[in-house]
């Protein structure tokens, strides 16, 4: 049972550009996160989604950033127009339906903005 | 007020240690518990879920106290491995975010 996956691992994209990350939840998990971790700091949660539906997103900038996750295929973390400021580590967890599971995360995926 | 506070840290610990750490959360109704340990650079991984009765795992032991909202991690015999930050993970399960992470404790053994 592999586990969650995301891609790519590293991404440095100049300023102005489009970043697309992207997660693969665990078999069996419906439920996505998307954290982000800049240096020496703590998780930030930034969304939570089901398939096709976006649940929270009380932590996502208003502007630049979107993310899906689409009955078919890995939930997207897109950024538009990137700045220096977003360089960071963006982690992606999955957990099934069921109450009380835990999260499990991605390796992640590290963000350099040039 | 942060809805889970934990010990601020660090912690330096000789080898052999034994080192309890620490974590409250505000929101009552919080159903499901868990501490995490993450290396540097490295995603967060599950330690261990938090049950009602306590539950031990190896060298490690965790307390769940309801009804003062109070969750702690005791790790004996430390190893230099242990080195980590740990985080405490709360499941409210009723809201949109249904995970709410502490800040994490950091912990360096030293040999």
């Known amino acids: 049972n592999a586990g969650v996956m995301q891609n790519p691992r590293h991404l440095v994209r100049r300023r102005g550009q489009e970043a697309r990350l992207r997660c693969s939840p665990m078999?069996?998990?419906?439920?996505v996160y998307w954290y982000r971790q800049l240096p020496e700091e703590g998780l930030k949660f930034m969304v939570y989604?089901?398939?096709?539906?976006?649940?929270?997103e009380s932590g996502m900038p208003k502007e630049r950033f979107s993310a899906e996750f689409p009955k078919e295929g890995p939930s997207i973390l897109r950024i538009q127009q990137v700045v220096r400021g977003d360089s960071a580590a963006y982690f992606c967890?999955?957990?099934?339906?069921?109450?009380?599971?835990?999260?499990?995360f991605g390796n992640g995926t590290r963000l350099t903005v040039t | 007020r942060k809805e889970v506070e934990q010990d601020p840290g660090p912690f330096n610990v000789p080898e052999g240690a034994t080192v309890a750490f620490n974590c409250t959360y505000s929101?009552?109704?919080?159903?499901?518990f868990f501490w995490y340990r993450q290396d540097c650079r490295k995603e967060p991984k599950l330690l261990m879920s938090?049950?009602?009765s306590g539950n031990e795992d190896g060298r490690f032991t965790a307390q769940l106290n309801r009804a003062s909202q109070y969750i702690s991690l005791l790790i004996r015999d430390s190893k230099l491995s242990d080195s980590a930050t740990y985080l405490c993970v709360v499941n409210r399960d009723n809201y949109g975010q249904n995970f709410v992470f502490g800040p994490g404790t950091r912990l360096s053994v030293l040999p």
């Open positions: 938090v049950y009602s």
């Open positions: 967890a999955s957990s099934p339906p069921q109450s009380n599971s835990p999260l499990h």
């Open positions: 078999k069996g998990h419906s439920h």
């Open positions: 989604l089901q398939k096709e539906n976006i649940i929270d």
């Open positions: 929101n009552s109704a919080s159903q499901s």
